[in-house]
């Protein structure tokens, strides 16, 4: 391939970006702090810190930063060209169900699901408007994170509600599908006795969730409708009784606006401790409250599992990644020790000594340690989908 691919993926506040070229990633940064006090960090294949600025905060919306980070990816990589640009978009509702290259349709009815992920979509959106704006020659590929998804059985997408309703998209969509995807595509050469097998894979990260994976293919998974539903997360409440809200609506009378508040930004391990949405401050504090929000995060996990783990008949494997799932020993301790029945045991030597493999010889279920990396899996759809390079299945 005689260039390179960028890869956005927008989230709330940030966006990070990664520049590949064939499977190497070149370069990964992120712009932080967008509407609040901005910062670019760049760091080279090697993790190295190579740019590290504050950006002026006036004007700098998503489409802004957008544009900061192309001229960025354009003057790193130094006279080779930028190919494509792939982004990670949340919500591909019941017909984007592949990445796929983006034109003006593409983009307008991406832009009719923005209620149905109205935190996340208008960013992803207005990366790719903004790059379309000042570089209307690159190709633009989106790859989205209920795609994967999409392949479940009828009864693991759908809501007890009048049908209607599901005609008209109400219906359990499922997320975090890129990490999934290149968790189900590691497996082979990870793990390959798991690769055909039942696999429940914790992404648990700020945002976190449960994927049942049977051969490879999405089966279940804890996030629904939207990404709000399923685990405790960092400020997301996870399942919560649909009647509380209606409570709070009569009793306190909160309205749409202010319950989205509540359960998308004030809840979760933010909420329930009082003192921090991030993990490794939860761990340092001395408050009860930290050690009781870590002990639902935990206990949430455990009893998703085994609803997972009916949904596939038996579990085989269970991976963790992202943040918590990859870093943190003693959440992963406490979610096998709740999994025991499961015939799950983990080594302990093994899971703080930061090995790959951290269950027992003994264990029944296997357990691994697998870094996700959704901007990989972005950069390989959109050579794929460009027919940039073999569409074949590849390792990493
Ligand atoms: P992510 O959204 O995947 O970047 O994950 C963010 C979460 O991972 C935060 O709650 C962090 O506190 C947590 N995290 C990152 N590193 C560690 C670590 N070494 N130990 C525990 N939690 C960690």
């Given amino acids: 391939m005689n260039g390179c691919i960028a890869v956005i993926n927008a989230g709330s506040s940030s966006i990070k970006f990664a520049i590949y070229e064939d499977e190497t990633a070149l370069f990964r940064g992120r712009v932080e702090g967008i509407g609040a006090s901005p910062r670019l960090r760049v760091a080279d294949a090697a993790g190295a810190a190579i740019i590290d600025e504050s950006l002026p ?47 003006r349709q593409v983009l307008a009815d991406l832009a009719e699901l923005t209620p149905l992920a109205p935190l996340h979509q208008p960013h992803n959106l207005a990366s790719i408007a903004a790059i379309a704006e000042a570089a209307p020659h690159i190709p633009q590929v989106a790859c989205f ?88 997360m960092g400020t997301r409440c996870g399942t919560i009784d649909p009647g509380v809200l209606i409570y709070l609506m009569d009793v306190y009378g909160m309205d749409a606006r202010a319950l989205e508040t509540l359960i998308y930004r004030q809840s979760g391990l933010l909420g329930v401790s009082g003192v921090s949405s991030d993990m490794r401050t ?78 027992s010889d003994a264990s029944r279920v296997a357990a691994w340690v697998i870094p996700t990396d959704e901007e990989r899996m972005v950069a390989r759809h959109t050579e794929a989908v460009l027919g940039l390079v073999d569409a074949g299945p590849k390792a990493s």
């Fill in 145 to 232: 994170d209920t795609a994967f998804h999409r392949g479940q059985p009828d009864v693991a997408q759908s809501f007890a509600l009048p049908r209607k309703f599901a005609d008209a998209g109400v219906r359990r969509y499922g997320f975090h599908g890129l990490s999934y995807e290149y968790i189900a595509s590691r497996l082979p050469e990870v793990a390959p006795a798991l690769a055909a097998g039942r696999v429940i894979v914790a992404h648990l990260g700020n945002g976190a969730s449960l994927c049942a994976i049977q051969s490879g293919r999405s089966m279940a998974s804890t996030m629904g409708f939207t990404a709000v539903d399923g685990l405790v």
């Fill in 282 to 359: 939860l761990h340092a504090s001395a408050e009860p409250a930290a050690a009781e929000a870590v002990a639902l995060f935990v206990y949430r996990i455990v009893r998703e599992a085994g609803s997972l783990a009916a949904a596939l008949g038996g579990v085989d494997g269970v991976v963790f990644t992202a943040g918590i799932g990859e870093n943190d020993p003693t959440v992963r301790s406490a979610v096998a020790a709740g999994c025991g029945w499961l015939g799950l045991e983990l080594d302990e030597a093994r899971n703080r000594g930061g090995e790959a493999r951290i269950s």
């Fill in 57 to 103: 905060a006036e004007g700098l919306d998503h489409g802004a930063a957008t544009r900061r980070l192309l001229e960025t990816a354009v003057a790193l990589i130094d006279g080779r060209s930028v190919l494509a640009v792939g982004h990670r978009v949340v919500h591909g509702g019941v017909n984007y169900a592949a990445p796929v290259r983006v034109d």
